[in-house]
Structure formats: structure tokens, C-alpha cells
């Protein structure tokens, strides 16, 4: 039986209609394609082999994916392509959706999976898969440059991946928007201006409007975000600095600081603005900036509370 694929507009919205897998695909139309990393506690990524009878890419390593059939979203899909290519059943609640993209005539939906599995359990689809091997980072980009993996065209965004699994400090994208804002709740009590329903909310679009010019960065743990900074090219300073309080003293914030101050122009003054000397709630953020070369400048008043400009100078 063929294989069908319901088919989307350019934003990405249901037209009614199928496709045949193998036929032309109509200018316009797009289908859903799934992309699965699935990652164990050694930290190291399940990988794959394409079949030598694969039309496309023979014999090159990748991670799992496919294309979504009709009546699926891309969750069930990814589920569905493990199983089928690898004999592996995930746990749907080990799952999270890390990127969506659109790419030539498909909307690209990218799972990470946590899973623990050994290589002789796995089993490989005739004409689909015919090997498979935990591999590290190293590994993976050690085999693209041999061209034994899939081009990095196909994975634009794996160096993003597994910075964050690395825990590096990466620009936050619109997906990480929730898991945001729950940290921000969290710690609101330590931030005047963010007291209220409203004030939340609000602080929320102004997230929105950073992560859009990439002025946004957080690092996340495996779907959580563990510390979240943003910063203002135009004003050229920090202007929002928060780790969740299961996260503190791990670097995080050093971390977050440092991948901002690279992004910033080191030619002119770099201010932030935090609390004053005689406030408990200054101790830990004054000897981080300090830490990083800002001095202590004016004193502020911000939503009614007694702050203190620090400086980098240029």
C-alpha cells in the first residue's frame, strides 16, 4: 500500500489533502518530516546507518527520521520512525520538541529522547537501517568530516544541540519561551517590577521581543532552563540576569555573562544595573560582575527599588 502524507500550506496549516509518497510534490504543498536524536546518560547519541539500497545518502550515518504518514503529528511520527528503524520504544514522557524549521518543501520537526538502551537490542529495517552505535560529539563531527555522517546541511542546528547539552549559554528561540518564564516565576520575588499577574505577562512579550533579535540567551538542562540573561546591543549592557535556584553555584551565571559580554561592543562601556552593597540580595551578582571586570558607578532607583549602575569600562 502506498505510503500518504497530508499536506500543509506555507503556514503550516492542514489543506485537506494527501499526497503519495514518491510522487511530485505541487508548488505550495509541504509535508511534516521528523528528525530524532536520542540520548543516553553517558552522553553520547544514538546514531544510525542508512541502508547501501537507499536511493538518497547510502551507507551514511545519521540520527533517526522520516517522514510523517497521514493522521500523525510529528509526536507519534517520531515515535512511530524509532520503532520501526531502530525496534526501539521510547518513552513519550522522555521526549521534547527541541526545533521546528521549514526546509524545501517540508516543516522539519527535530525530538530529543532520553534512552538507555544496548546496541545488540536494537533492531535495523530491511532497506532502511543496517547499523547503529552510541557516539560521542567528537565522533559524530569526526564522521562528517570524513563524510561518513549526513552533510551539516541537513543538521544545521546540531552544534545548538549539543552546546545545550554541553551546557553552553545559547541564544533562546520562541520553543524555549514556556520553560522561560516558569524559571522567571520562580524567582520573581527577587526582581522588582515583576510583583504582579500583569507585570509577568508583560515581562513575557518583552522576552518574546528579545529572543527575536537574538539578544536573548539561557542555558538549558535537557528541556529545562537553568539561567536566563538578556542584553541590549543598542544600549550595549546586561539587562536581565537570572539562574533557577536549583541551578546556582554551577558557573551558570558566569557562563550566561561571558557568551553576553562577547556579544556586546567591548569599545564602549558595558553597564549593568543590580543591587546596592547593603542589600543581601547584591552579595552573589556584585562579585559575579566584579568577577568580570565592572566596577561599581552610580546609584538608581529602578520600580521603586535602590539599585547601583556597575561599569566595564571600554
Not at 545488540?120 to 532497506?127: I, K, W
Not at 559524530?140 to 552533510?151: C, L, N, S, V, W
Not at 538578556?230 to 533557577?244: P, T
Request: charged residues 35%.
Amino acid at each position: 500500500m502506498a505510503e500518504l502524507w497530508d499536506v500543509y500550506d506555507k503556514d503550516r496549516k492542514p489543506v485537506g489533502r494527501k499526497m503519495e509518497r514518491g510522487k511530485p510534490i505541487m508548488e505550495g504543498d509541504y509535508h511534516l518530516v521528523v528528525q530524532i536524536w536520542i540520548h543516553n546518560k553517558e552522553g553520547r547519541w544514538l546514531i544510525s546507518k542508512r541502508s547501501p539500497d537507499k536511493e538518497s545518502y547510502p551507507n551514511k550515518w545519521e540520527c533517526t527520521g522520516g517522514a510523517v504518514v497521514a493522521g500523525e503529528d510529528t509526536f507519534i511520527g517520531s515515535l512511530r520512525e524509532v520503532k520501526e528503524e531502530l525496534g526501539i520504544d521510547l518513552d513519550p514522557n522522555k521526549g521534547r520538541l527541541f526545533r521546528s524549521y521549514q526546509w524545501s518543501n517540508s516543516f522539519q520537526d527535530v525530538y530529543v529522547y532520553e534512552h538507555d538502551c544496548d546496541i545488540e537490542d536494537v533492531v535495523y529495517q530491511e532497506g532502511e537501517t543496517c547499523d547503529a552505535k552510541w557516539a560521542t560529539e567528537q565522533d559524530i563531527f569526526d564522521m562528517m568530516e570524513t563524510g561518513e555522517f549526513m552533510p551539516m546541511r541537513h543538521v544545521h542546528y546540531l552544534r545548538e544541540l549539543l552546546d545545550e547539552y554541553r551546557g553552553e549559554a545559547v541564544f533562546g528561540v520562541g520553543s524555549d519561551l514556556k520553560a522561560w518564564m516558569e524559571l522567571v516565576r520562580s524567582v520573581k520575588e527577587e526582581f522588582p517590577g515583576l510583583e504582579t499577574q500583569d507585570a509577568v505577562k508583560e515581562h513575557a512579550a518583552v522576552v518574546q521581543r528579545f529572543m527575536d533579535k537574538r539578544q536573548a540567551i539561557c542555558v538549558r538542562d535537557k528541556g529545562k532552563i537553568a539561567g536566563v540573561l538578556l542584553f541590549s546591543r543598542s544600549r550595549n549592557m546586561i539587562c536581565c540576569l537570572a539562574v533557577d535556584k536549583v541551578y546556582r553555584r554551577c558557573g551558570i551565571a558566569s557562563r550566561l555573562l561571558e557568551r553576553a559580554l562577547n556579544e556586546l561592543d567591548k569599545t564602549r562601556d558595558i553597564t549593568v544595573s543590580t543591587f546596592r552593597e547593603d542589600d543581601e540580595k547584591g552579595v552573589a551578582p556584585r562579585a559575579l560582575y566584579e568577577k568580570f571586570g565592572f566596577v561599581p558607578d552610580e546609584l538608581t532607583v529602578e520600580f521603586g527599588y535602590p539599585n547601583q549602575v556597575f561599569v566595564k569600562k571600554a
